[in-house]
């Protein structure tokens, strides 16, 4: 349940100053640890008299209190507050999250070059979000002019400190636009897959199972499209059903083929892309004619009709 944030008194905050370094940090360290546990009228009352001091640390996760709302009424504007106190240190994890509310608007009108000063100084110290955002801005044009070779160099910058998105992204730039370097492609979409980006492992088995950057590989094709189909990726649940139908790269197993087309039809339908959920059902009427999937199925296209 939210707390009122409690008004420090000026003698408390006196006591504060004369107490030892290690009473400070063993304090602020308790205070994050309450944060993290979601603890946070406890969390709350540790962190707020040293941010009040000026500990940035403690600052940061003030403001992310306010932003979040968590023991706290959600208020973007104290967030900004305290980020902006924090990020003034040199803090850089609030220097992303102020451009944030910059680029956004949250708590403050949006200012597009108020969000690249702030993302550029997080970068300036490595920040992997701001270097993957700074990335995207150069890709569209946002505020600075349109460059893929600066979006490159902010995403290879943001790959090389683990971002997988910008891992995923770099792999797209291989892929499609430079080169097309289909090798480098895999590396990064592999590298991204690895930490679970859904999209890239969709990719990585696509690359796999076309020999696209390496030799053909049904087998692990089909182990990271079905990473990919567990996530929820529409087109990876469709080429697992499709495999499982073929029995390419996994056993033949028909059962299995049809409640995969299943998923890639639904799927399909909640991104609006109902034209290709058809086609889904005509793959499952091939598979197996008069399943019960195929009923429910056209069923949900074709809002409550039933089949044929």
């Given at each position: ?44 009352s ?19 209190m306010y ?5 706290v ?72 002019p ?42 990064w ?7 679970g ?40 649940q ?24 299943h ?46």
């Amino acid at each position: 349940m939210p707390v009122k944030s409690t008004l420090l008194s000026s003698s408390f905050l006196a006591l504060l100053l004369f107490l030892p370094a290690q009473v400070v940090a063993g304090a602020l360290e308790q205070g994050v640890d309450a944060y993290d546990r979601q603890e946070f009228e406890l969390a709350l009352s540790l962190l707020e008299p040293l941010a009040a001091e000026g500990l940035p640390e403690a600052q940061h996760y003030l403001g992310n209190m306010y932003a979040s709302g968590g023991g706290v009424v959600q208020d973007f504007t104290e967030a900004l507050k305290w980020w902006s106190l924090a990020a003034a240190q040199d803090h850089t994890a609030s220097q992303y999250n102020l451009a944030y509310l910059y680029h956004d608007g949250l708590g403050v009108p949006a200012d597009i070059d108020r969000a690249l000063e702030w993302y550029r100084r997080a970068a300036s110290h490595g920040e992997p979000n701001a270097l993957y955002t700074l990335g995207q801005m150069y890709a569209v044009g946002e505020g600075v002019p349109q460059s893929r070779t600066e979006a490159k160099r902010y995403w290879q910058d943001a790959a090389n400190r683990g971002d997988p998105d910008a891992q995923y992204d770099l792999g797209l730039l291989y892929s499609e636009e430079d080169g097309r370097d289909q090798a480098a492609a895999l590396g990064w979409f592999l590298r991204a897959a690895e930490q679970g980006h859904p999209y890239a492992q969709y990719r990585a088995g696509t690359s796999y199972y076309e020999g696209r950057g390496c030799t053909a590989d049904p087998r692990r094709a089909f182990d990271w499209l079905k990473k990919a189909a567990e996530q929820g990726v529409p087109d990876a649940q469709a080429d697992v059903a499709a495999m499982y139908a073929r029995g390419v790269g996994a056993p033949l197993d028909i059962s299995a083929a049809v409640t995969w087309y299943h998923r890639a039809g639904r799927s399909l339908l909640s991104d609006g892309r109902r034209d290709e959920a058809m086609e889904i059902l005509d793959m499952i009427a091939e598979t197996d004619p008069g399943s019960d999937s195929y009923r429910k199925l056209y069923t949900e296209i074709f809002g409550g009709a039933s089949a044929p």
